[in-house]
């Protein structure tokens, strides 16, 4: 079966510039030159919440892994962590100089890597709202920066024409993949950590292996791709592009899948759902669209099935083949399992959702804290100000 549209959101009064799916997805958050950011609900009877607070326009937005904070990126050179609820509550993070083109979780919820065009890649803690470093050898305007899965690298593309690999914990620029012809307008790591894909300028997606720092796979589109998305799977990638279209590309067989039209003008920004059943994308039509995957009912061992019988092409595939023969154990034993008595399974259900509420109550906490923090600097300011003034009142009358 095809992709198909599931939803279509309207309510941005500009070009939606980034969109992401809570890690239930119950949400949907999306950015906008508009200035706002909007929490869409996926319930069809629920409403939509548009979130002012940026002064200028939102250029990227992503759900925390927990779901309880939205980090925004604006063209008003800050940073905003969200709470997604009905007061819409944020705290500001100030320390670029230019706009903020990417905000982007480690996988653990714990750090937060931002790109600007003040040509620094910029990391910070989440809980203690803290700028922590930044990486700065990039000689244009950063468009993205991304956190591997286990959180030891960062990648980031930018104008320079180059995509720089970092080592989190060193601060270094391990290697730079100069191939790009145009400038690099996105970049994000496979969900195994192994290999990039990059979108750029000149119409091109290139998947790299960061291991060995070799160009795996080149598709030559006719268009500039602004934005690409791995399936969880790590079988697929989507693109977005200036041509109106979305493409999906099977990684395995190395082939385009499916082109799908449904902007009117460019699309701007694509993003698988944690699960991968579903897609949105946005355009600068101003429309949030989500999209059914489909593809990926058929079940994974076909797919292995094809790809063991030759179809890899020069053999460039096979860090993505071993990901996939993972994907097929872990299959079996599932099945195997299913056989367990069902009261576990509930237990374990209701754990689960108690840990997500504790997440909940503790992200909570954390920006209460923060906001607390604040105030408190806030009072220490004043007080500081209250203190020099009397000295030069004292000063003055001595003189």
Same mark, same amino acid.
């Given at each position: 079966?095809?992709?198909? +549209?599931? %939803?279509?959101?309207?309510?941005?009064?500009? $070009?939606?510039?980034?969109?992401?799916?809570?890690?239930?997805?119950?949400?949907?958050?999306?950015?906008?030159?508009?200035?706002? +950011?909007?929490?869409?609900?996926?319930?069809?009877?629920?409403?939509?919440? %548009?979130?002012?607070?940026?002064?200028?326009?939102?250029?990227?937005? &992503?759900?925390?892994?927990?779901?309880? =904070?939205?980090?925004?990126?604006?063209?008003?050179?800050?940073?905003?962590? !969200?709470?997604?609820?009905?007061?819409?509550?944020?705290?500001?993070?100030?320390?670029?100089?230019?706009?903020?083109?990417?905000?982007?979780?480690?996988?653990?919820?714990?750090?937060?890597?931002? /790109?600007?065009?003040?040509?620094?890649?910029?990391?910070?803690?989440?809980?203690? *709202?803290?700028? =922590?470093?930044?990486?700065?050898?990039?000689?244009? !305007?950063?468009?993205?920066?991304?956190?591997?899965?286990?959180?030891?690298?960062?990648?980031? /593309?930018?104008?320079?024409?180059?995509?720089? =690999?970092?080592?989190?914990?060193?601060?270094?620029?391990?290697?730079?993949?100069?191939?790009?012809?145009?400038?690099?307008?996105?970049?994000?790591?496979?969900?195994?950590?192994?290999?990039?894909?990059?979108?750029?300028?000149?119409?091109?997606?290139?998947?790299?292996?960061?291991?060995?720092?070799?160009?795996? &796979?080149?598709?030559?589109?006719?268009?500039?791709?602004?934005?690409?998305?791995?399936?969880?799977?790590?079988?697929?990638?989507?693109? /977005?592009?200036?041509?109106?279209?979305?493409?999906?590309?099977?990684?395995?067989?190395?082939?385009?899948?499916?082109?799908?039209?449904?902007?009117?003008?460019?699309?701007?920004?694509?993003?698988?759902?944690?699960?991968?059943?579903?897609? $949105?994308?946005?355009?600068?039509?101003? &429309?949030?669209?989500? !999209?059914?995957?489909?593809?990926?009912?058929?079940?994974?061992?076909?797919? +292995?099935?094809? &790809?063991?019988?030759?179809?890899?092409?020069?053999?460039?595939?096979?860090?993505?083949?071993?990901?996939?023969?993972?994907?097929?154990?872990?299959?079996?034993?599932?099945?195997?399992?299913?056989?367990?008595?069902?009261?576990?399974?509930?237990?374990?259900?209701?754990? $689960?959702?108690?840990?997500?509420?504790?997440?909940?109550?503790?992200?909570?906490?954390? *920006?209460?804290?923060?906001?607390?923090? *604040?105030?408190?600097?806030?009072?220490?300011?004043? =007080?500081?100000?209250?203190?020099?003034?009397?000295?030069?009142?004292?000063?003055?009358?001595?003189?």
């Amino acid at each position: 079966e095809d992709p198909s +549209l599931e %939803r279509h959101f309207k309510g941005h009064r500009d $070009a939606v510039t980034s969109v992401d799916f809570s890690l239930n997805k119950k949400q949907l958050a999306s950015g906008s030159m508009d200035s706002c +950011l909007m929490i869409w609900s996926m319930k069809p009877q629920m409403r939509a919440y %548009r979130f002012v607070g940026h002064k200028d326009a939102v250029m990227c937005v &992503q759900f925390s892994p927990s779901g309880h =904070l939205v980090a925004s990126g604006s063209r008003d050179k800050t940073v905003r962590l !969200w709470i997604p609820s009905v007061k819409g509550e944020s705290t500001v993070f100030k320390a670029h100089t230019a706009t903020v083109r990417s905000v982007h979780f480690s996988s653990d919820g714990q750090s937060l890597v931002t /790109a600007s065009d003040d040509k620094t890649v910029k990391v910070w803690t989440v809980h203690r *709202q803290k700028f =922590l470093f930044s990486l700065s050898q990039h000689i244009n !305007w950063v468009r993205c920066a991304r956190f591997s899965p286990d959180g030891r690298l960062i990648v980031s /593309a930018s104008d320079d024409k180059t995509v720089k =690999l970092w080592d989190k914990t060193s601060r270094e620029c391990i290697h730079s993949f100069c191939e790009h012809g145009g400038f690099v307008n996105h970049v994000d790591f496979h969900p195994s950590g192994t290999c990039i894909a990059a979108a750029g300028t000149d119409n091109t997606v290139k998947v790299w292996d960061v291991r060995m720092n070799r160009l795996l &796979q080149h598709y030559q589109g006719n268009a500039v791709v602004n934005s690409l998305s791995f399936h969880p799977s790590g079988n697929y990638l989507v693109t /977005a592009s200036n041509d109106s279209t979305l493409k999906i590309l099977d990684l395995l067989e190395g082939r385009l899948l499916y082109t799908l039209h449904g902007h009117q003008g460019p699309a701007t920004c694509v993003a698988f759902s944690r699960a991968g059943d579903l897609f $949105a994308s946005g355009g600068s039509d101003e &429309q949030v669209m989500v !999209w059914k995957t489909n593809f990926d009912a058929a079940d994974d061992g076909e797919v +292995l099935k094809t &790809q063991k019988s030759g179809t890899s092409v020069d053999g460039t595939h096979h860090t993505l083949q071993s990901e996939m023969d993972c994907g097929v154990h872990l299959k079996k034993t599932k099945t195997q399992d299913s056989g367990r008595n069902h009261e576990q399974q509930e237990e374990e259900t209701s754990l $689960a959702n108690t840990l997500e509420h504790i997440m909940g109550q503790l992200d909570v906490l954390t *920006q209460t804290v923060s906001i607390l923090e *604040q105030r408190l600097t806030l009072t220490e300011d004043k =007080l500081k100000e209250c203190l020099e003034n009397q000295q030069k009142i004292i000063q003055n009358r001595t003189s």
